[in-house]
């Protein structure tokens, strides 16, 4: 049977790769990621230079995202008929955008391989310098645990808002396409349901809590949140570490029923209070939220996902996000991982004193 790898990028130094690619015997690395330009990970991102590092060990660079992309395959039945002729002739490795392979598109990839015949083993990095196997079948069967998990939670939560909440809001927002998206929208005043590429929503809701409510909210928060401020360990591709001390405010509210590797405080009277007003306006529902401090314009959180099945959160597959906002003014921005008609999105969003938007 034909030996097929996959491996996802991570905070490790691209010289690992490349040693731990070459041990196994790799002889081309088939690049899947719709954006191969994207990421944090800088030395692994689609350039010369990691054509040309590769080539140093024997390995040849493939860029195929155009063929098996994410975004090909929402709209194109799947044909890996010249993936397997590929891996017959050569050992591969797919590379895909994330590390762990159930939050990733190869995952799909993966499975028409299977049913072609092929034997699939995805990398996994245990450290910074080796990588550990998993066989398909073992990461296939994890991830159809935990999307169980997440969905038993979700109908649970879902039947309990609607069982308790009225008539919905939803309803009553205009909706705009992206066809006659404009920016001006988010300062406009009005409410909005946004549809926008790659089946994504926001609902915007600029006057949320009237200034009065937000004022009073506010003081709350003031009143019943002590914010923290840890300081993180992170890995560096090299394998040492760095310590980082996060300077906005954190704190994880939420009930018994909200899974994460964050240490929380349980729900009170007013916060659980809050959280079900806002299912009441999102129309899903909700069970933590994460409260956080951003002492001035200085403060800030640099570009990140809140997705996937594998995630540190507990946030589960395609997660509903409510941001309610209070205090100054601050500018939210969002941008597509893919372009859409040529080119990526970029969104930036005025989050005023009240308002609340929900992705």
Known sequence: MTLIYTIGTWRVSRSSYLA???????????DLRDNPHAGRQEELKRSKGLEQALASVGITYDYRGQELGEAVLETKTMDVEKLVKTARAETICLLGHLHEPQGCHRL???????????????????????????????????AAKVLAFFQEHKERAEAARISRVGESLLGKLTVVTWEDFDMKHFTDGHAYRFLLPFHTELLWYPNWLSRQEADLLETTVHENVTFL?????????????????????????????????IASEPLKHWSESLLRQVEDSAGVAFNCFVANHYANGRVVINWHSDSGPGDDEGLGPNPSIGSLSLGATRGFSLKSKRPHQGRIIHLDIPLSHGSMLVM
């Open 20 to 30: 731990q690619l070459n041990k196994l015997g790799v002889q081309r690395l088939i």
């Open 108 to 142: 799909r990839v993966s499975d028409a391989l299977l049913k072609a015949g092929m034997e699939v083993v995805h990398l996994l990095w245990k450290d910074h310098l080796e990588v550990r196997q998993m066989s398909h079948a073992e990461v296939a069967s994890a």
């Open 229 to 261: 401020h840890p300081t993180y360990m992170f890995q560096e591709p090299s394998g040492g570490f760095v310590k980082t001390l996060i300077k906005r405010g954190q704190v994880r509210i939420c009930g018994d029923d909200c899974p994460g590797a």
